[in-house]
């Protein structure tokens, strides 16, 4: 009777090793597969001035609010973009131009940053409590997005 309580005994721990093993090997895998976090490199007031790309703060960001062009039937229109992260505002475009900015009630303007061939974006506002624009100009005058 003994013999055959150490067996089963043994078995079980065995068992639990193998089951052990599985769990580690399965939990790994699934922190191996877990997908990275695009790495923000500023936060607050530190981003005012900075490429929201560039930054990371574009991760996660959402349009708050959209203005159309006058004329394009909406095909074509500037937004105000917002990072919950990074607490910032820019303005965006589906038109390629640097005559693009946001700006903060009281005045306070960033301008053109960049484009990646089909929109064109301004740097960034930090801005968790005044209320920012987009703006953007050219031939057909300018158009503006709510401030929000």
């Not at 089951?19 to 597969?33: E, H, I, M, P, R």
């Not at 062009?69 to 820019?90: A, D, K, L």
């Not at 038109?95 to 960049?114: D, F, L, N």
Request: net charge positive; proline share 3%.
């Amino acid at each position: 009777m003994r013999d055959m309580t150490i067996h089963s005994v043994m078995k079980f721990g065995r068992g639990l090793a193998l089951l052990s093993t599985a769990a580690v090997l399965a939990l790994g895998g699934l922190v191996a597969n877990a997908p990275t976090s695009n790495a923000v490199t500023c936060y607050g007031d530190y981003c005012s001035g900075q490429d929201p790309l560039a930054s990371g703060c574009a991760a996660g960001a959402y349009t708050v609010a959209v203005g159309n062009v006058y004329g394009t039937g909406g095909t074509q229109y500037v937004e105000i973009r917002w990072s919950p992260t990074c607490q910032t505002n820019w303005a965006r475009s589906n038109i390629v131009s640097s005559q693009i900015k946001a700006v903060q009630e009281g005045g306070y303007t960033q301008g053109y940053s960049t484009n990646n061939g089909s929109q064109a974006w301004s740097k960034m506002i930090y801005s968790p409590v005044k209320c920012v624009k987009g703006v953007i100009w050219g031939s057909w005058g300018t158009t503006e997005t709510w401030c929000v």
